[in-house]
């Protein structure tokens, strides 16, 4: 399983900037969302109090923040833009951890460096032309030898998209494909477009990381051949629906029966031959549809059983931990915001004390406070890093979610396919049976009638054309099951390596070191004040 | 607050009672606590009450220990009958009644109360004024009849619950309203020092009340995380259990690590609840009986003032009287000295008030300050536990996955 480009999170970009608005829409003053948020927080305040003097909250916060003699003043700037010590504690990590998605170096053709096996596709600015159609610009760099260049830009528009994810899905029967983006339009605007630029992006780049897929015809023609795409779609449904109705009458009036290609034939009778396909589909229906387990068919294949069980088991166990891994992400934003208001009510009342103050007492309280403030915003903005990174490393578990259901996808296909094999086996016993009746029949009439021999003749022909049809099937059964075979080793490894690296991203991430440090740093430092405040009282009094 | 109930009066911080008539050698103390909530009778009227134990070697008092049983409406009387005997001074402040059914059993709800309660008597025991209080003692001694019949009686001109007060207060800014729109002159004190006083008040409350609400949410995102972290370490767990070998083992130990952050997160909110936000709502509190005493003074002053101008006015018909040989003159006489002595009562009720204050101010804000610290400083501590925790907890794992990806 590859991952997609780290460089662009574009789907959760968003939310730092939207965290950022929360913090600051405090009383409801309008605040820009620039990184110095601190200071919006001050200008609500001018806003409310007309009584305050010009003395604003940064001030009193960084000339008095000397409770780190390493950091210089402008170091508290530097804690409201989004902290560097995040990419200095997992920065590297990443980067390796980049590199060995982007490498390849798994089972495909090359396990040596990056240059002579590299596909990397960008989708770009989509253009509502004069039709009422989206197109999407896309642009490849590539080294690989099928490809003619080596950089290469189409406009495609979304249905391109589909055409090729159904080529590819008839053409790779039995592999893990990644899913196509949905093809249901919510609301034609800017957002839309947008997501679905970024949906289309991250399924190209599944497709080019996908050992077999990325040397595949199919796709080398939709990334380099300008114009019009030329996928021929054999494989619609709806036309070849139409065809096959044509010759159904034939079928149904037992003229003749018509000469089957056997490749043809193998397809999972949506092809041509609607009376097989009625069938199928009547099977199908009867005992549940592809991916179930309730196959009357007799799944030789014991190991194959077990792994489907297991991968089924996977599968709702990572539904389970995606979901509570949302619920842990949002938690973490909750408690972060939160904090942060917290910070944000107490800088106020720090500043109220501290102009209002009538008595010492008030200064020293104000100056308690500050320390508590400081940290508070601090870490309520170490929680929104946090949160970012966390997001980034969980995600993980929603693209395996996704190689779910093509594996789903793949298990269906070899489900059809056997499904074919048998629908096909069947028909020949059928034919046999009709044949060896009237051979029956006609050795006791001797020398029959010519109808009856020409029908003879005629049904042999048809069984032997099935039984090629079958012998097809059975190749492509076979060809299915191995491929099947060589995925699932295929994702288990990906996976092995994909979950090592996740649970290493998020524990590292998840270590708050500099948060840590901030809170032990400021409770000596209450302390401190603690034992002066009792001093100050005990003398006051005597 | 757990300073206060334990050494009391003692070690000359509790307002140095230093009674002629105390024979003993022992410095006075006054120590009292509030535990043992026991919830008391069904359904409706369902009630908790608590212990009361008193420790002290007051002369007034019947004892060096006294036992009680107290319930929310004694303290509630205790309160208002401390409020209209002393004014001028800042009564400690009582938890809020509850109003919410489902929430008024809840383990928490009763902790937190009972603190609040422990609190408000150790504070008043502590005062040097507050502690020579006759119903003080009542409170603190009698029997559960008397202290029922106390509470009954006082439904009648004596009760004045905060909100009345508070009716009083709005009742005077509204006679400030009616200035500017030309009705009546304003009976109030136009010292400026006082009004920056009292400005400071009503803005701080408002500073505080938005403060503890935070403060509140915090706690409740604390427990929130927790459950997730709970929830999250049981999923990953199932997970692990999918995938077996190292990788499944790690899994399973990320999980364990998670679930035991989670209760970690839950002590911590408990924590915070009780030494961050309570401490800030008690602030709140205190603030609001600030305001009550406000009323109290502008009370006192309306009547001076109305006092004199009435005498003002009683003059002039005396003269009146006088001049026309009345035989009202004598009766008018009556009245005008008594009027006078009342007059003169009016404005040492007045002038006590403001003395009062000006002194129980200086005790509030350098109090405040002690609390507000210590609060400040258990949030701290706090978080740094949390923040320490969660850094070993994960930071215990990675040894352990370095192996995994290096395999």
């Known amino acids: ?542 | 607050m757990q300073q206060r109930s334990s050494t009391g009066g003692g070690g000359g911080g509790g307002g140095g009672l230093q009674s002629p008539r105390s024979p003993s050698s022992q410095p006075p103390y006054l120590s009292i606590s509030v535990t043992d909530p026991a919830k008391m009778g069904n359904g409706v009227q369902a009630y908790i009450s608590y212990k009361v134990i008193t420790k002290t070697n007051f002369p007034e008092y019947q004892g060096p220990e006294k036992i009680v049983i107290r319930r929310y409406n004694d303290f509630v009387w205790l309160r208002d009958r401390l409020f209209e005997k002393y004014k001028g001074i800042f009564i400690p402040p009582l938890p809020e009644k509850s109003t919410v059914e489902k929430f008024r059993f809840s383990a928490e709800f009763i902790e937190m109360r009972r603190q609040a309660l422990d609190t408000f008597v150790n504070r008043i025991a502590l005062h040097h004024e507050l502690q020579q209080s006759e119903d003080l003692r009542t409170f603190l001694q009698a029997d559960e009849q008397t202290m029922e019949r106390a509470r009954s009686q006082d439904t009648g001109i004596f009760k004045r619950k905060p909100s009345d007060l508070m009716q009083i207060f709005r009742d005077v800014q509204s006679k400030v309203s009616d200035v500017v729109l030309g009705k009546e002159k304003p009976v109030e004190e136009t010292n400026p020092e006082y009004e920056k006083l009292k400005r400071y008040i009503f803005e701080l409350e408002d500073h505080l009340a938005e403060a503890q609400k935070h403060a509140y949410r915090l706690v409740k995102r604390h427990r929130e995380l927790g459950q997730s972290l709970a929830d999250f370490g049981k999923a990953i767990k199932l997970l692990g259990a999918c995938e077996g070998d190292a990788l499944g083992t790690a899994f399973s130990e990320l999980g364990a690590k998670s679930e035991m952050l989670s209760i970690k997160l839950q002590k911590e909110a408990h924590h915070l609840l009780m030494n961050f936000e309570e401490p800030l709502k008690d602030y709140v509190r205190a603030v609001q009986s600030i305001k009550g005493t406000i009323a109290e003074r502008a009370n006192a002053f309306r009547q001076q003032v109305e006092l004199v101008e009435t005498i003002k006015l009683k003059e002039i018909d005396l003269n009146k009287y006088r001049l026309t040989r009345s035989e009202k003159t004598l009766e008018a006489e009556h009245e005008y000295e008594e009027l006078k002595a009342d007059s003169e009562e009016a404005t040492k009720r007045f002038e006590n008030i403001v003395r009062l204050m000006n002194e129980e101010i200086v005790r509030f804000q350098e109090q405040k300050t002690q609390d507000m610290g210590l609060a400040f400083h258990e949030f701290a501590k706090g978080q740094a536990r949390l923040a320490n925790g969660i850094a070993d907890a994960w930071r215990s794992l990675l040894p352990k996955l370095e192996t995994l990806s290096s395999s």
């Not at chain 1, 003043?73 to 995040?86: C, K």
């Not at chain 1, 139409?242 to 043809?264: C, H, I, N, T, Y």
């Open chain 1, 1 to 542: 399983m590859m991952a997609y480009d780290y460089e662009e999170p574009h789907l959760y970009a968003n939310s730092p900037a939207v965290m950022e608005t929360l913090v600051l829409h405090v009383d409801g003053g309008d605040s820009d969302t620039n990184k110095s948020s601190i200071f919006n927080g001050e200008n609500d305040n001018q806003h409310h109090y007309p009584l305050t003097s010009p003395v604003t909250v940064a001030e009193i916060i960084i000339s008095e923040d000397d409770d780190d003699p390493n950091e210089n003043p402008n170091s508290f700037n530097s804690f409201l833009e989004p902290p560097s010590y995040a990419d200095a504690v997992f920065g590297s990590f990443d980067g390796d951890h980049g590199k060995q998605i982007n490498g390849h170096g798994v089972v495909s053709t090359s396990g040596k460096s990056t240059s002579s096996d590299h596909l990397k596709i960008s989708v770009n600015s989509p253009v509502s032309g004069v039709n009422t159609y989206v197109t999407y610009l896309i642009t490849t760099w590539t080294d690989l030898p099928e490809f003619d260049e080596t950089i290469s830009s189409v406009r495609r528009r979304f249905s391109d998209v589909v055409s090729l994810s159904d080529r590819i899905s008839d053409s790779y029967r039995g592999f893990f494909l990644p899913m196509r983006p949905d093809k249901s339009v919510v609301m034609k605007n800017q957002e839309f477009v947008e997501q679905r630029r970024i949906d289309v992006e991250k399924y190209l780049r599944k497709l080019a990381a996908h050992p077999v897929i990325r040397r595949s015809e199919e796709l080398r023609v939709f990334l380099q051949v300008q114009g019009k795409l030329p996928l021929v779609k054999t494989m619609d449904l709806a036309s070849t629906m139409l065809d096959g109705a044509v010759r159904l009458p034939k079928q149904l009036f037992g003229a003749s029966v018509v000469a089957v290609d056997p490749r043809e034939a193998v397809h999972l009778g949506r092809g041509k031959d609607m009376v097989r396909f009625f069938k199928e589909v009547r099977q199908s229906v009867t005992y549940g549809w592809g991916g179930s387990t309730k196959m009357p068919l007799v799944e030789e294949d014991k190991e194959f059983m077990e792994k489907r069980m297991k991968l089924q088991d996977l599968e709702l166990q990572l539904t389970n931990v995606s979901q509570q891994a949302e619920s842990l992400v949002k938690s973490q934003q909750d408690i972060g915001e939160t904090m942060g208001r917290l910070g944000l009510a107490l800088v106020k009342l720090t500043k109220f004390e501290t102009e209002e103050a009538v008595f010492n007492s008030q200064k020293v309280r104000a100056k308690d406070m500050k320390y508590v403030v400081t940290s508070a915003v601090k870490t309520s903005r170490l929680y929104r890093e946090l949160n970012t990174q966390t997001i980034k490393h969980l995600d993980k578990l929603h693209d395996y979610l996704g190689e779910m259901l093509a594996v789903n996808s793949a298990h269906s296909d070899r489900s059809n396919a056997l499904l074919t094999v048998q629908t096909l086996e069947s028909e020949v016993s059928t034919l046999n049976s009709r044949i060896e009746k009237l051979e029956a029949v006609a050795f006791k009439v001797f020398g029959g009638d010519r109808s009856r021999i020409q029908k003879i003749e005629e049904l042999k022909e048809a069984m032997r054309d099935t039984d090629d049809a079958k012998n097809c099937a059975v190749r492509v059964y076979e060809q299915i099951k191995e491929n099947n075979k060589i995925e699932l080793e295929r994702l288990d490894k990906e996976r092995h390596d994909d979950f090592c690296g996740m649970l290493k991203g998020f524990v590292v991430n998840q270590v708050p070191q500099d948060m840590q440090r901030r809170w032990q740093v400021h409770g000596k430092q209450l302390q401190t004040k603690q034992v002066d405040m009792h001093k100050f009282v005990a003398q006051s009094r005597m």
